[in-house]
């Protein structure tokens, strides 16, 4: 039986310890006072202490195990298939490009819960607002794949 406390505690302590090691590249103090890397090196600090904290409690006063609050069967495929999407999104997007592959993404996780059609829709205007948003009003490119779209 694997104490859910101490698992979540662990990975907190992993992204953090990351997010340590990635803050430690910037630098600590400017020419002027403090650096790019202060606040990031203290913030990160901070959540790995916590995170020893956590899993130390959750050591002695936590019984619940991942088993417990894990979803099981339908819950549970929607989790899977979640994740899937997200890994494909991931692989799929220096190819074919931020628009295909998100509405590909999106229009897979709203099958789950809609009609195809809805599905679809639903897909191509989120994805369209979220491309108008960043392109034209933040001006953040977004991946380009392959066929330039």
Not at 43 to 48: D, P
Not at 66 to 77: A, K, S
Not at 118 to 123: I, R, V
Request: proline residues 5%.
């Amino acid at each position: 039986m694997v104490n859910a406390g101490v698992f979540t505690g662990a990975i907190l302590l992993l992204f953090a310890g990351i997010l340590f090691r990635e803050a430690l590249t910037y630098d600590y103090y400017g020419q002027v006072g403090p650096g790019p890397g202060l606040f990031p090196v203290w913030l990160s600090g901070v959540l790995m202490v916590l995170s020893i904290l956590f899993i130390i409690d959750s050591h002695k006063n936590c019984t619940l195990s991942l088993r417990d609050i894990l979803p099981r069967g339908e819950g549970f495929q929607k989790v899977v298939v979640f994740v899937v999407a997200l890994i494909g999104f991931l692989i799929i997007t220096p190819y074919a490009g931020y628009l295909v592959t998100n509405i590909l993404m999106l229009f897979l996780l709203f099958l789950l819960g809609y009609r195809w059609s809805t599905s679809l829709l639903l897909a191509v205007l989120i994805t369209g607002i979220v491309y108008y948003l960043f392109q034209n009003t933040l001006g953040v490119p977004l991946p380009v794949g392959l066929l330039g779209i």
